[in-house]
């Protein structure tokens, strides 16, 4: 039976390590964030 903990991590199709994409969609999300508070405290 084999051992199910020796599948190797894929890389990611982009940025080059799953450290650097989980921070742009830290990033991103951030930005999002930022972006719909100065829309909805700009029409209020």
Known sequence: MPDLREV???????LGTWRRVYAAIL??????????????????
């Open 27 to 44: 990033v991103y999300l951030g930005v999002l964030i930022t972006l719909f508070y100065l829309f909805a405290r700009a029409y209020r």
């Open 8 to 14: 190797p991590d894929d890389p990611p199709p982009f």
